[in-house]
């Protein structure tokens, strides 16, 4: 395979800078690809897709190397295809819009707008990249006030399996804009940039993080189950429960209000067990964001192999699943491994199921759950547990979220998409109808 067409920074297996390219944040994707394009611009995006056309080979699309199974941003003797060095922003304060090249980091970027004075949903951790984080829906302790990623984007720019460099909007290849919010990323086209619709940000926002014993977790768990979905929609948080061997069961989330009405709002959350450190605290909104989301190096990685599943709870746990939990955290012997919580509701659930490729609208809250390891002999052993809690918890949550995949899930278009699966076939056909970018649980085209 001549590289000769190839645009950009290339580097093919065996070249400078190949040892540092193979490295995902989370090492059990590593894998060895043939060739790394760093694309500087959509032509060398366009280049590297006909490429891959042309030589058969096989073709990924990567934007913050996170993430969570394997073949998904990522392919063993094909091309890789990383935006990451494209990470320009233009803010227009005026529209109150961004545009945002798809190879920028999270983190930079919604400190970046919270410094011009803007506020933008973000995830959990910095080191994710917007390019794919946008396409699945995208969540953080500021979407019960202004709803998911998705949500907030207003157009991208994609190159399609041809190679053609297109626009989506609402007036423009409007099935495409719609599949774009929540269909998840690479199945359409790989995309180069988005606009966001961004909102003034407050002066300042309050935020909080609470520790209790971590054998309280039951106690802890069943609390905020109660009281997170429904409490005001100004509120989002986390609820974090690590391994026994780390010990850390917190709540962490931010409100858009004062000190004095938050206090007031967690009261039920800090009259359950005995926690052992209250912080709450009121910050310029740029020092918020700080304090949630603590700058990581970039693109970043976990010193531990990491294996996730994820779910949703449309209905508050009986003791069952909370003892599900406890016994996987009591046995897990990583330090990452822990069950994640964040709250629902507010302006994610006042998006109809339909209006967006983004499905989930109304569930109480978000779990997801993970095993880490450090040592190849202990993987087989950490894959199972994520399994069998996945099979145990089954009767207690529904469906999965497509940014945190398990290749377990079989019947992964259901899971993912609902009932916006068809539909979603449907618009795979009509812009990449022989498959070119498909990778485990891709969605199929619906002649497939």
Aim: glycine share 8%; aromatic share 12%.
């Amino acid at each position: 395979m001549g590289s000769k067409e190839l645009t950009g920074r290339v580097i093919f297996m065996g070249d400078p800078g190949y040892k540092e390219a193979i490295k995902n944040w989370n090492p059990y994707v590593d894998t060895l690809p043939l060739v790394f394009v760093f694309a500087q611009n959509t032509v060398d995006v366009s280049n590297a897709i006909k490429w891959a056309r042309k030589n058969k080979a096989p073709v990924r699309v990567r934007s913050g190397r996170h993430a969570l199974d394997k073949d998904l941003s990522v392919v063993k003797g094909g091309i890789v295809i990383d935006v990451s060095d494209m990470q320009k922003v233009h803010v227009n304060k005026k529209k109150a819009m961004a545009t945002v090249q798809t190879g920028i980091h999270v983190g930079p970027l919604v400190k970046g707008l919270a410094k011009k004075g803007f506020m933008a949903p973000f995830g959990d951790s910095p080191t994710v990249g917007i390019g794919g984080i946008t396409m699945g829906g995208g969540f953080g302790v500021l979407s019960r006030s202004i709803g998911l990623i998705s949500d907030n984007l207003l157009a991208l720019k994609t190159v399609d399996a041809e190679g053609r460099i297109i626009l989506a909007n609402k007036e423009k290849n409007k099935d495409l804009f719609w599949a774009s919010r929540g269909g998840g990323g690479g199945n359409f086209g790989y995309n180069t940039e988005y606009t966001f619709k961004v909102r003034r940000a407050p002066k300042t926002a309050t935020v909080f993080n609470i520790i209790w014993p971590w054998e309280q977790l039951e106690t802890v768990c069943r609390a905020w189950q109660k009281w997170a979905p429904f409490v005001d929609e100004r509120l989002g948080c986390i609820l974090e429960i690590f391994s026994k061997v780390n010990g850390l069961c917190h709540a962490e989330g931010i409100f858009l209000g004062s000190k004095t009405e938050l206090i007031k709002l967690l009261k039920p959350l800090m009259n359950s067990g005995t926690p052992t450190q209250i912080v709450i605290e009121t910050l310029s909104y740029p020092d918020a964001i700080d304090f949630l989301d603590p700058d990581e190096p970039i693109p970043g990685r976990s010193d531990q192999y990491v294996k996730f599943s994820s779910a949703w709870g449309l209905n508050l746990w009986p003791e069952k699943p909370i003892s599900i939990m406890k016994k996987f955290l009591e046995e897990a012997t990583g330090t990452e491994s822990n069950f994640f919580f964040i709250n629902w509701g507010g302006a994610l659930s006042r998006v109809p199921s339909d209006q967006t490729a983004f499905f989930w609208r109304n569930p109480l809250f978000y779990v997801e759950w993970n095993a880490s390891w450090e040592k190849k002999s202990q993987e087989s052993m950490n894959l199972e547990s994520v399994e069998r809690v996945r099979k145990l918890i089954k009767p207690y949550v529904q469906g999965s979220y497509v940014n945190v995949p398990d290749q377990n899930i079989k019947n992964f278009g259901k899971a993912y998409y609902g009932s916006n699966f068809a539909k979603l076939q449907k618009i795979k056909e009509k812009y990449d109808p022989k498959n070119l970018f498909h990778f485990p649980q891709s969605i199929p085209p619906s002649n497939k």
